[in-house]
């Protein structure tokens, strides 16, 4: 029974967590500007109540913004279409929708976090390939050889863990940049009171969709790391 749990694990469980953990981190590095455009995004600024008359339950109509690594999407109102700015891994966040009496407080991190966290998902493609190719290679015949050399077990491995920290510590910094706009940004409402616009800002769904494919993500990477470690005692 044991035998057979973690032969399902690891041929088929982490290829598919590997595979999953790629489209989530590939998602919400491409939204909301190239897709899903209003539903995912990093930080989003919409109209509330909840800083300029705390208590109040009605909704409002207003403008809303939705930021991500590579720019941003903005609607003047809620039933109006979403425009977005061009993708580029140094993006201008386009604020124009937002009263003119707004905190300006709103900026992308540095051009060189976008690049590392592109960085990370061609390290992660590369090592779904090798690791779902490693694990089935006991069904590809005379081509599986290949990927049972101690070399491809090394490179499949480091490749994963490169991508792993690479993408996480670059999520990581972003959340930490947007994290202080939030705070700055909803505190100069609150100082500013009923006169302040009623907009409040937060960091968003594409935070969660990252934590939960790097906890994915951690699945296969142990056991590329645990089919390493045992090739190693085996042959001491």
């Known amino acids: 029974m044991i035998h057979g749990l973690s032969k399902f694990i690891n041929q088929y469980l982490a290829p598919v967590l590997s595979l999953t953990s790629l489209l989530l981190i590939t998602f919400a590095f491409l ?30 109509d207003g403008p809303s913004v939705f930021l991500g690594p590579l720019g941003s999407c903005e609607r003047p109102n809620n039933d109006a279409a979403v425009n ?32 590392f966290i592109a960085v990370s998902i061609i390290f992660t493609f590369m090592f779904f ?29 480091w490749i994963g863990l490169l991508g792993f920290i690479i993408g996480l510590t670059a999520f990581l910094v972003i959340r930490m940049w947007f994290g202080k706009a939030v705070e700055d940004f909803n505190n100069t409402i609150l100082k500013g009171g009923e006169s302040s616009p009623q907009l409040v800002a937060a960091t968003s769904n594409g935070f969660v969709m990252v934590y939960v494919a790097h906890a994915f993500y951690a699945v296969p990477l142990v056991c590329a790391l645990a089919k390493l470690h045992v090739t190693a005692t085996a042959k001491a």
């Open 31 to 60: 939204s909301p500007v190239l897709m899903l455009s209003s539903r995912v995004a990093l930080l989003t600024v919409s109209p509330s109540l909840s800083l300029t008359q705390p208590g109040e339950t009605n909704g409002i």
């Open 84 to 115: 977005c700015t061009a993708a580029t891994i140094d993006p201008k966040y386009n604020l124009s929708v937002l009263p003119g009496n707004a905190p300006d407080l709103l900026s992308a991190p540095t051009a060189t976090t976008p690049a």
């Open 129 to 157: 390939l090798l690791f779902t190719f490693t694990s089935f290679r006991s069904k590809m015949g005379k081509f599986g050889g290949v990927f049972d050399k101690p070399f491809i077990q090394r490179a499949t491995a």
